[in-house]
């Protein structure tokens, strides 16, 4: 039920530190001071930090290619991520992950993943060592729409479900797979109509409000404790800026009305405002909480600008298992 | 010339009840079979004009698309040029928009939520509710053949609406605070808790108070507990008020307050509520209207319910079918050309 003043606190934390950490990654795009791809989680705050709110470290998260929140709502901390999204030596993975591999295995964040749908098997392999070890904790898989249209994601879903693995399949339904309407790509609306194809509960949750995904989340994750097996939620939600990059209106492939009408419902704000009137946290409460991260932020840019390169020699670093030559 | 109107909540069956308690889900497929097996139950009613309302999932629009209509009959199939957005106001839009239309019957496929937000919309609607939602109380599980074929009778004259109805109890409800009136078809519930989160109800300790409008036994959800303790059904006038918690827990009673979980609830106190009698409900904490968690009472916040018999027209399927054939509407003399086949 109800999530705790506690847990409202700390739910709002995580949403703001990701929507800090990804305006800042924008702009730092924007200025060319980024390399590759960036995709921005803005505007689907509540999902991460709704689910992750009610995970360890000790559990299991495999994230996609706008993988930044997942890790930020999981416990990442802003100079690491940082350093790694500019490719420095001190970045999480050492520089060579970037954007789209940034993991913390610390974390029990498997990693973003630049392939749509690739992140769901690893969970499930998560989960599967979660049963084998029987350590009570569990796996969750975020991917989005498009994903469940991959084969990776089916194969997945079906292992879970005939292992009965404590996993959740978090779907982040934000109504478009890149720059495709979700309904140019399958007949069906709600993801959550495939879960009974699997033979797995789903449900359906508001993505934009970070107390029902919280809530939902943590039944879900408790269902998969128990060892009753896995489970789909699917969070109606929305990305406010384009597939990647910054830009969020004048674009071709959705109306810049629709867009508005999502920012209406902006999961921070939104949040904020019920906080209020249930005294949770105050307006001045809440924009100290912003203050204090704006500079956690400006001291993450400061540090991964410093930061140097990683050198030639550690490029095989991390790729191969360290294993003893027979003499 | 028979109206019938149809409109369907996508979103109904497929919330969190599916994890917490044993709710089946609903799929938009199974949806799809509902919406048509009810217009072509409504056409061989006699309906000749069908207005679609849309929905987000386009379920109803793509159900009609696929219909064979070859059936002899002369039908007209609408589909309202009215915006559909994804959330409940939609119902509300769609219920307004076909009384201006003049829609005799209404179809409405979904859940207590469902039924409710038609109601908002038109609230003397002549309507057809069918189950599509979780635990329902007001829509009754009907197949959708029958239940298109008694609109389609109702809307097209061979059986009075009067006949074969009877007027829904309404919890009127309105706040102090001037915000706009709201109401309920089954039960208003004021528990407590700060958000309406994952809107459904389940946990019987944070219930304060609970004002059903139909107290019937052999139901699910929050009114079974009403309907358990004090019996009071559908058709008759008035309502149940059970309180909850405080110093004078009187009684427990075991209730199925969600598909296949029950509990022992603890009250204090159960009446009879006359039609017409006001309730208060004071915040904080949240109402629920339907066994949805809907809109927060803040502290000292007053809301005051009452109920009403001035609801949907709740068109009895088996009533109306019967009254049909009692006609001999469905029979016809061999020699004489059945109907539908052009002589």
């Known amino acids: ?327 | 010339m028979g109206t019938v109107g149809i409109i369907t909540n996508p979103a109904a069956g497929k919330d969190i009840r599916r994890l917490v308690a044993h709710a089946s889900p609903t799929s938009d497929a199974a949806k799809m079979g509902v919406v048509s097996r009810a217009v072509m139950g409504a056409i061989d009613g006699g309906a000749t004009r069908i207005l679609v309302a849309p929905d987000r999932h386009n379920l109803s629009t793509r159900a009609v698309q696929g219909l064979d209509l070859d059936t002899g009959r002369s039908v007209v199939i609408e589909v309202l040029d009215e915006p559909a957005h994804g959330w409940s106001g939609d119902t509300i839009a769609m219920a307004s928009r076909l009384a201006k239309e003049g829609a005799d019957t209404v179809i409405v496929l979904g859940g207590d939520g469902t039924q409710r937000d038609v109601a908002k919309g038109w609230l003397d609607v002549a309507l057809v509710a069918i189950s599509t939602g979780t635990n329902n109380v007001f829509p009754r599980s009907v197949d959708a053949t029958l239940a298109g074929l008694a609109a389609g009778l109702v809307a097209a004259g061979v059986v009075e609406l009067s006949q074969v109805s009877h007027r829904a109890k309404v919890a009127h409800v309105r706040f102090d605070d001037g915000s706009n009136d709201d109401l309920a078809l089954v039960d208003l519930v004021l528990m407590d808790g700060q958000f309406t989160g994952s809107r459904a109800v389940w946990d019987p300790r944070s219930l304060r108070a609970l004002i059903a409008c139909i107290a019937e036994p052999a139901t699910v959800g929050l009114s079974s507990i009403a309907g358990l303790l004090h019996p009071v059904d559908r058709r008759s006038p008035g309502g149940v008020h059970v309180i909850f918690g405080g110093a004078h827990e009187s009684g427990v009673v075991r209730a199925p307050l969600a598909p296949g979980l029950f509990f022992d609830v603890l009250y204090s106190s159960v009446m009879a509520l006359d039609e017409g009698s006001p309730i208060v409900l004071t915040g904080p904490g949240v109402l629920s209207f339907d066994g949805e968690r809907d809109r927060v009472l803040a502290s000292g916040a007053v809301a005051t319910a009452e109920i009403r018999a001035d609801g949907p027209y709740v068109i009895d399927v088996d009533a109306t079918i019967a009254a049909a054939a009692s006609t001999n509407h469905f029979h016809h003399t061999v020699g004489i050309p059945a109907r539908g086949i052009e002589e």
């Not at chain 1, 960036?38 to 470290?57: K, R």
């Not at chain 1, 954007?99 to 974390?107: D, G, K, P, W, Y």
């Not at chain 1, 399949?169 to 959550?192: K, L, P, S």
């Not at chain 1, 209020?276 to 540090?303: H, K, M, N, P, S």
Request: with cysteine; net charge negative.
């Open chain 1, 1 to 327: 039920m109800e999530p705790t003043p506690d847990v409202l606190r700390d739910l709002h934390r995580r949403m703001v530190r990701i929507r800090l950490f990804e305006e800042a990654a924008g702009k730092l795009a924007e200025a060319a001071k980024l390399p590759g791809f960036l995709h921005l989680y803005v505007g689907e705050e509540a999902v991460a930090a709704g689910v992750c709110v009610n995970l360890t470290n000790a559990d299991s998260i495999t994230s996609t290619h706008r993988g930044h929140g997942h890790l930020v709502a999981k416990g990442g901390q802003f100079r690491p991520m940082m350093a790694e999204l500019m490719g420095k030596a001190t970045g999480y993975c050492n520089g060579k992950g970037g954007s789209m591999h940034i993991s913390s295995l610390e974390l029990g964040m498997l990693g973003a993943n630049g392939i749509v749908g690739a992140g769901s098997p690893i969970a499930v392999g998560a989960a599967f060592t979660h049963k084998y070890r029987d350590d009570g904790n569990v796996a969750v898989a975020f991917f989005g729409d498009g994903a469940t249209n991959i084969g990776a994601f089916h194969e997945a879903a079906n292992m879970a479900c005939a292992l009965k693995l404590p996993i959740v399949f978090a779907c982040e339904n934000n109504e478009y797979g890149e720059f495709t309407r979700r309904d140019a790509t399958m007949a069906i609306t709600d993801i959550v109509d495939r879960a009974q194809g699997y033979g797995m509960p789903g449900v359906i949750v508001d993505g934009m409000d970070a107390v029902a995904v919280c809530e939902a989340a943590a039944e879900a994750i408790a269902y998969a404790r128990a060892g009753h097996g896995p489970t789909l939620v699917e969070a109606k939600t929305y990305r406010f800026y384009n597939h990647h990059g910054v830009q969020n209106l004048g674009l071709k492939y959705r109306p810049d009305s629709e867009v508005e009408v999502w920012k209406q419902r902006d999961p921070i704000f939104t949040l904020e405002a019920k906080l209020a009137d249930v005294g949770v946290l105050t307006t001045e409460q809440c924009e100290a909480v912003w203050v204090e991260l704006r500079a956690d932020i400006a001291d993450a840019i400061a540090f991964a600008e410093d930061s140097p390169l990683p050198n030639k020699d550690q490029i095989l670093e991390d790729v191969y298992t360290p294993m003893a030559v027979a003499q």
